[in-house]
């Protein structure tokens, strides 16, 4: 079973930017579909964005153009850069195969305020 540690988060102004990082374990990484996922208050987990084996992407509409997903299959990583952060943002940030399955990290608070 693959386990994720997600780490990155914080408080950030409206505009600003994060980094994430999510460390996977196992030795299928590679041929693993990864995703970001996000829940705020009283809402859904929702994905974020995704990236194939390959490496091509999908996003949400909510974060086109602001976040970019990567992977580094040597490392098991997967990272989420996002820009023009917003209050919207905000929420707790997992990393998940796609779709996803088996237990859910801790994950990592982002809080976008002024």
């Known amino acids: 079973q693959v386990q994720f540690v997600e780490s990155g988060g914080g408080l950030v102004q409206p505009g600003g930017s994060l980094r994430l990082s999510c460390a996977a374990s196992?030795?299928?990484?590679?041929?693993?579909?990864m995703g970001w996922y996000r829940q705020a208050p009283g809402k859904q987990r929702e994905l974020v964005a995704r990236?194939?084996?390959?490496?091509?992407?999908n996003y949400a509409d909510s974060v086109k153009g602001r976040f970019t997903i990567s992977r580094d299959n040597a490392k098991n990583t997967v990272s989420l850069q996002m820009n023009s952060l917003k209050p919207e943002d905000t929420a707790v940030y997992y990393c998940n195969t796609y779709p996803s399955a088996g237990a859910w990290g801790q994950g990592t608070q982002v809080t976008v305020s002024s």
């Open positions: 990236v194939y084996t390959g490496g091509s992407t």
């Open positions: 196992g030795s299928i990484f590679s041929i693993l579909v």
